[in-house]
């Protein structure tokens, strides 16, 4: 088992910054990724970022959003620019330390939460 614990939300205006982290109780050498879930809507899969540095963007924060991880701190990241109201939502990190590689968006393990908002 993996226990994740996000943290960076906040309230932003729009064109704002923010860096999600995401620390793991152990070593993070497999797939993991990032999703949100706005009131009333689908989780959606942000990015997600396997061991061998590959990594897949959701066509709405394409060129806006980079995701990174550092292994040696065990802590995944999610730098977020040129935030709208459509990125509020709660973030949410995941894991699935069976697999190097991410080939869906089906993770088994799930932090609790880190919520964004970003104003008008």
């Known amino acids: 088992q993996v226990q994740l614990v996000e943290s960076g939300g906040g309230s932003v205006h729009t064109g704002g910054s923010l860096r999600l982290s995401c620390t793991a109780s152990?070593?993070?050498?497999?797939?993991t990724a990032w999703f949100r879930q706005a009131p009333g809507k689908e989780r959606e899969g942000v990015a997600r970022?396997?061991?061998?540095?590959?990594?897949t963007y959701a066509e709405s924060v394409k060129g806006r959003f980079t995701i990174s991880k550092d292994n040696a701190k065990k802590t995944l990241y999610l730098q977020m620019n040129s935030l709208t109201p459509e990125d509020t939502a709660m973030y949410y990190c995941?894991?699935?330390?069976?697999?190097?590689?991410?080939?869906?968006?089906?993770?088994?393990?799930w932090g609790q939460g880190t919520q964004v908002t970003v104003s008008s």
């Open positions: 152990r070593s993070i050498y497999y797939c």
């Open positions: 970022i396997d061991d061998y540095g590959r990594t």
């Open positions: 995941a894991a699935d330390p069976v697999r190097g590689y991410c080939y869906n968006w089906d993770f088994p393990y």
